[in-house]
């Protein structure tokens, strides 16, 4: 005579025979997913760092061309009606 507690042993077992494989291939695709995904973010981040440097390479060779001009000058002053009662010198 079949019992129900023999048939449900079987049928667990059935259960974990097809479920390994199943579980084994979720944790391979997973692990691939993962992979990508990490590759997706360092490659953002190196593009994103090198952007950085281009910039930064940029604006120092802008801020050395841009040095204060050197040269000799004179202050010419007009004067008005109000200098001559009160001179600066």
């Given amino acids: ?3 129900a507690n023999q048939n449900s042993k079987g049928q667990g077992w059935l259960a974990f025979l097809l479920l390994v494989p199943v579980l084994i291939a979720a944790a391979v695709v997973g692990f691939f997913v993962f992979v990508v995904i990490l590759g997706l973010i360092l490659f953002a ?3 994103l ?3 950085l440097w281009w910039l930064r390479r940029k604006l120092r060779k802008a801020a050395e061309g841009s040095q204060a001009l050197k040269g000799e000058y004179v202050v010419i002053r007009h004067s008005t009606p ?3 009662d009160n001179p600066r010198r």
Avoid: G
């Fill in 49 to 51: 760092l090198l952007r």
């Fill in 45 to 47: 981040a190196a593009v």
């Fill in 82 to 84: 109000h200098d001559d």
């Fill in 1 to 3: 005579m079949y019992t």
